[in-house]
């Protein structure tokens, strides 16, 4: 299957997304997602298709669409200054009918003669108002009914029922104040709309904009600026004080401290020396640096953060479904009501004019806009925050199933640990000296990527041996040949042996042959921010249990020091994922946090996998959310943000009904006149824009 994002055009509310998702998704061999806020649809499609027929589909609906370039920030200005400026022709022009509005309110006559209302009113109507016909058109033309078709339909009713009665000398009220003021309040909410809108988007397009296109390099010993994108994997290049740093790269030369926050939320700048990995985006300090690069253009760790940020801002959560089956049908429902509405007054006053005005307000305060961005704005302030802080979220569906986690299963290395250990003590056995029980250890843990085996091999700085048929064991040891003899290393247990040793430190042990060379204890810190986390969890009534390969005394001892009650140690990369399946089968919503290649199966398996960006690739590729801190803080920052989010996505939902389930019925019973329908309608959707735009006042623990 391939995936393409397309950019559309035309939109203007859910009744229009709707639509194209459900026309895409009639073609065979496709799966497309659209959404408003965004201007987007990710679409799947198989070699039955291709990206033209799929683009001829979405015109044949009514709209404009095109392949989205990934990186590309949508320019907007010209746009939003031509709804500027249809916006203040309408408003000036509508002005003196506000006048006598207000007049008339306060028990005056009316004042403007119908020849100038009729003057003010066409402007409005056929200049300002063209968008609303163009966009009404499209619609219709592609079997549908939108926002646009409600306006011009219910605006055209007044302006052409007032005209009529204007030319024929009919004696009845003129309405021209209805479909100006209507118009003018529609497109000063459509343009506070997408100001709104564009606000909500800025987090993305800040991450973008992150990307540094120049680089360094030395030629004939002279700095030349290059094109990042001309530079591949394996260039040296420099980067000098204050500059971003262009590339991902490994450091080969030179020291100074980076800012990360832009890419982790960790405002201390981090040092870097011969061997430290460098980010592109990040901001080095007063040191030079040369790297060699290590990833360009789309392999770059930002590049990554932004198409997961892209993705996850355009996915949609569960609750999104109810949505749009509300909207696929909302327009044909309001106009069916507003026909209802005029044969009701009509039969009931026996005056057919009696009900225009009723059915005029149905057709202008219904509005899809509000349902069709209740969720996707949200989504995006609440999605790019996240990135801001170092959390990358994968979709919609798990920011959503976050906030319902009642159980955080954890491993201990590296999660609540440094997952730094150090060689603290090394016992050999009197059969064999230090030298030889360092040697045999690094030597069998120089191929494992496990962070016990990195401090054994970091202990010893001799040569080492050949090692043949080496085997890792997840969460047990690893074994090989070594001088021709069998060598195990691992935990007592898997060794089978009993020792003596102190079991609030892990001990590993290692034997050659039949002979036991000795004992290596290893003791890894907690990270600082851990007890806090822990507590917080169990303020949001999350409990935290630990399951960890480690032996049960150093397991008990973090736990203990944590003031977790729930552990298990000795546990098996298989078994973590049972023990997770179970407490899933006690109807718990289970979390998972990890950062190993023994975490990779219980992730998959949780509600919820959560992955340090520290960790191994098999638990990065599997987890749900990543933090780019190595920090459990970030675990609770991901699970308070979700419950924001979604807070924010239930007012704006209840917004969006509630402006439709009281304006509608009141509209019908001749409660509302046009224009206050129409102000409403504007209201609604700007009230849940700017409500979803609250969302970056959260702010993570520090």
Not at 220 to 242: C, H, K, M, Q, T
């Amino acid at each position: 299957m391939e995936v393409v994002d397309l950019d559309i055009e035309g939109m203007t509310c859910a009744a229009c997304s709707a639509r194209i998702e459900k026309n895409l998704n009639r073609l065979d061999g496709v799966e497309a997602s659209v959404n408003l806020a965004t201007e987007k649809a990710s679409v799947r499609f198989n070699e039955k298709q291709t990206i033209e027929t799929i683009l001829q589909r979405i015109r044949d609906t009514g709209y404009d669409a095109h392949v989205a370039r990934e990186g590309e920030i949508r320019d907007h200005s010209a746009e939003h200054r031509k709804s500027r400026n249809d916006f203040l022709l309408a408003a000036a022009l509508s002005a003196p009918f506000l006048g006598e509005m207000a007049v008339m309110f306060y028990g005056g006559h009316g004042w403007l003669p119908g020849w100038l209302q009729l003057a003010l009113a066409t402007p409005v109507q056929f200049w300002s108002g063209a968008r609303f016909y163009r966009g009404a058109w499209k619609a219709l033309r592609g079997g549908t009914a939108n926002m646009d078709v409600l306006v011009a339909l219910g605006t055209s009713v007044a302006y052409l029922f007032s005209a009529f009665t204007l030319f024929t000398g009919f004696s009845h009220h003129l309405y021209f104040e209805a479909a100006a003021v209507v118009i003018t309040l529609v497109l000063l909410g459509k343009y506070l709309e997408a100001r709104a809108k564009a606000k909500a988007a800025r987090s993305l397009e800040a991450l973008i904009r992150l990307q540094p296109s120049k680089a360094f390099i030395e030629k004939d010993g002279i700095l030349v600026e290059v094109d990042a994108a001309s530079l591949n994997p394996g260039d040296e290049f420099e980067v000098r004080p204050g500059d971003a740093i262009a590339l991902d790269g490994r450091v080969v030369a030179g020291a100074s401290s980076v800012n990360e926050a832009m890419l982790t939320g960790e405002s201390l700048p981090v040092a870097k020396t011969t061997g430290a990995r460098v980010f592109a985006g990040t901001i080095n300090g007063e040191g030079t640096l040369k790297a060699v690069a290590t990833g360009v253009g789309r392999q770059t760790v930002l590049a990554g953060i932004i198409r997961l940020v892209a993705a996850a801002q355009g996915s949609k959560p569960p609750v999104q479904k109810l949505v749009d089956r509300v909207s696929a049908v909302f327009v044909p429902a309001v106009l069916a009501i507003s026909v209802i509405t005029f044969v009701l007054w009509w039969v009931w006053t026996e005056d057919a004019l009696a009900g225009l005005i009723p059915a005029v307000s149905v057709l202008v305060i219904a509005c899809p806009c509000a349902l069709g961005l209740a969720t996707p704005t949200a989504l995006m302030v609440g999605v790019g925050r996240a990135a801001q802080a170092g959390i990358l979220i994968r979709d919609a569906g798990a920011l959503e199933a976050a906030k319902q986690i009642d159980t955080l299963v954890l491993d201990k290395t590296g999660t609540l640990t440094r997952g730094e250990p150090t060689v603290v003590e090394v016992l050999p056995e009197a059969t064999a000296s230090r030298e030889e029980l360092l040697r045999a250890a690094a030597s069998l843990e120089a191929r494992s990527e496990h962070p016990l085996g990195r401090a054994i091999v970091k202990a010893y700085s001799g040569e080492l041996l050949p090692v043949a048929e080496f085997r890792a064991l997840g969460g047990q040891g690893v074994v090989g040949m070594l001088q021709g003899k069998l060598a195990r290393l691992g935990a007592p247990e898997f060794l089978g042996i009993k020792t003596g040793l102190s079991r609030q430190r892990t001990v590993i042990g290692v034997v050659l042959g039949n002979r036991v060379l000795g004992w290596i204890a290893l003791a890894d810190e907690l990270r600082p921010t851990s007890k806090a986390a822990v507590a917080r969890l169990k303020a949001m009534h999350i409990e935290p249990v630990i399951l960890s390969g480690d032996s049960p005394g150093a397991v008990e001892a973090v736990a203990r020091e944590l003031g977790i009650e729930r552990w298990r140690a000795g546990v098996l990369p298989e078994e973590k994922s049972l023990e997770v399946e179970k407490l899933q089968n006690g109807r718990r919503f289970v979390g998972m946090a990890g950062d190993g290649v023994n975490d990779a199966p219980a992730l998959a398996r949780a509600h919820v996998g959560f992955a340090l960006a520290s960790g191994s690739g098999a638990a990065l590729d599997v987890a749900d959310i990543t933090l780019m801190r190595n920090d459990l803080s970030g675990i609770v920052d991901a699970i308070a943000l979700s419950g924001a989010t979604l807070s924010k996505i239930r007012q704006n939902l209840f917004f969006a009904f509630i402006y439709n389930v009281l304006g509608i019925p009141l509209a019908a019973l001749g409660l509302l006149n046009p224009a206050i329908a129409g102000a409403a309608m504007a209201l609604s959707s700007v009230s849940v824009v700017s409500n979803s735009l609250l969302l970056n006042r959260w702010k993570p623990s520090n």
